[in-house]
């Protein structure tokens, strides 16, 4: 069965640390790009982080860069996302999503082919 399961959501303080991990099963993860996405509450779903099928290449909304690291250990089937620094604003459910084409700077708005269920993430005194 075909699956990307989300962890290491939580609660967080302001200026703290979080990374988050996405596991896969039942395809070979070294064939797919993966994106990291979140979406609020009343808010549209963005495009976060984006990395491409063996790590070589790397995209980052502005909104977290510099914040926020995307990696990926294939053997493992695992893609991860450190997240430092949170914001309040970084508050919302964060989803992984698979891509069989390696979309580039141009991967926000494109078709990903598997998504996870999504783990939440508060950033909150």
């Known amino acids: 069965q075909l699956q990307l399961v989300e962890s290491g959501g939580g609660l967080v303080q302001p200026g703290g640390s979080l990374r988050l991990s996405c596991a896969a099963s039942g395809f070979t993860l070294d064939y797919y790009a993966i994106g990291w996405f979140r979406q609020a509450p009343g808010k549209e779903r963005e495009g976060v982080s984006y990395?491409?099928?063996?790590?070589?290449?790397?995209n980052y909304a502005d909104s977290v860069k510099g914040r926020f690291t995307i990696s990926r250990d294939n053997a493992k089937k695992m893609v991860y996302l450190q997240m430092n620094s949170l914001k309040a604003e970084d508050t919302a459910v964060y989803y992984c999503a698979a891509s069989k084409f390696w979309y580039g700077s141009a991967w926000k708005g494109r078709s990903f082919d598997y998504w996870g269920q999504g783990t939440q993430v508060t950033v909150s005194s």
């Open positions: 990395i491409s099928s063996h790590g070589a290449s790397t």
